[in-house]
């Protein structure tokens, strides 16, 4: 990947990313579109990102602060040209690649993550963001485990989550008491760490694969909610092809988007 440092800005090109495909389609809720780009954070660092064709500009970055964070946050070492051709040997995954031809899959912060999903459960995105911007606001920042574990529902109850209060305090309690260890979901057997999670009160099949899919990079993982369940149904009533079970996670990311937004019919 080509890149380069223009005054304060870092301009990197890159033919399979779109911002709006990745960064608005339901995997990450921090940011927020423009006139000309996105701006959001990830783990609380700020970004204003816009987008020429095939070029982006970082602006107001570093050098440093792109390779040390940014590049890996958008998985730019990731040929996605190459896992697009490998599955294009399928029709509807060839069909979903063409339509989505620039998402990616962000390499996010798992207790991010974690939190995140535990607030979109029966949430539509505009709330959802509403809700961690909210949050945000009310701690300074994303809050850590350690300081939402002091927290009783009724210091979070502006935050209007409803339900979920008090899954996201036991959340906080169980990675602040290392009950369940977010450094180790990454490389425990998925099995082992599918049950980790839900060993967290309202984390169910669905959140923990979200978490590991989009907060652990595990690309095996594969979320499954109304939109992929028809996508099943319809297209692979005897399971995903071949060719995508190593990367089921970042199939999905093209099947979803596919279903979601273009007329299949």
């Not at 440092?5 to 921090?30: P, S, W, Y």
């Not at 609380?44 to 792109?66: A, C, H, M, P, S």
């Not at 399971?239 to 190593?246: D, F, H, T």
Request: proline share 3%; with cysteine; hydrophobic share 35%.
């Amino acid at each position: 990947m080509d890149f380069c440092v223009k005054n304060n800005d870092i301009h990197f090109f890159c033919d399979d990313f779109d911002l709006a495909e990745t960064l608005d389609c339901g995997q990450a809720f921090r940011w927020k579109k423009t006139e000309k780009g996105f701006c959001g954070f990830a783990l609380d660092r700020e970004l204003y990102i816009e987008q020429y064709g095939n070029e982006f500009v970082l602006k107001d970055t570093t050098k440093e602060d792109f390779l040390s964070f940014w590049q890996n946050y958008f998985d730019l070492d990731t040929d996605y040209a190459e896992l697009k051709k490998i599955y294009s040997s399928d029709e509807t995954l060839k069909k979903a690649c063409e339509y989505a031809k620039g998402i990616r899959l962000l390499k996010q912060d798992t207790w991010e993550t974690l939190i995140s999903f535990i607030i979109s459960q029966n949430n539509n995105i505009p709330r959802i963001k509403g809700i961690i911007e909210n949050m945000c606001k009310m701690f300074g920042g994303f809050p850590t485990a350690e300081r939402l574990a002091q927290c009783s529902e009724s210091d979070i109850a502006p935050l209007r989550t409803g339900f979920r209060a008090k899954y996201i305090l036991d959340a906080a309690d169980a990675v602040n008491s290392k009950r369940v260890k977010l450094d180790e979901l990454k490389t425990l057997p998925i099995d082992e760490a599918r049950k980790s999670l839900m060993s967290i009160k309202g984390v169910g099949p669905k959140v923990a694969e979200c978490v590991l899919l989009y907060g652990c990079y595990r690309v095996e993982a594969f979320p499954v909610d109304v939109w992929i369940k028809r996508v099943m149904t319809e297209y692979y009533p005897d399971g995903l092809p071949k060719n995508a079970i190593e990367t089921a996670g970042i199939a999905q990311q093209y099947l979803f988007h596919y279903m979601r937004t273009a007329d299949t019919k």
